[in-house]
């Protein structure tokens, strides 16, 4: 826990993510690919290191926005 929220270990169903932010690099993504469209996301933040084109053009055929740049730069700026 982090104060309270939740640090979910295995891959379960969310109900209502707006955000999901990448910081496993493209090698290491397959895993994770199925698990993300089934969440459907608003959007995945593609952080920097993380950009991967397949998933992109899979995320957009799913009405999921992908965006590559830095969450952490985002939030500093106000434009998460």
């Given at each position: 826990m982090i104060?309270?929220?939740?640090?979910?270990?295995?891959l379960k169903p969310i109900d209502k993510v707006d955000t999901i932010t990448l910081y496993v690099g493209p090698?290491?993504?397959?895993?994770y690919i199925n698990y993300?469209?089934?969440?459907h996301?608003?959007?995945v933040i593609f952080n920097p290191g993380?950009?991967?084109q397949e998933l992109v053009e899979l995320l957009e055929r799913n009405n999921?926005?992908?965006v590559e740049a830095c969450t952490l730069?985002?939030?500093?700026?106000n434009t998460y």
């Open positions: 104060e309270d929220h939740s640090i979910i270990r295995e090698r290491n993504q397959s895993s993300i469209l089934e969440l996301p608003k959007r993380t950009y991967n999921i926005q992908a730069v985002m939030l500093s700026a």
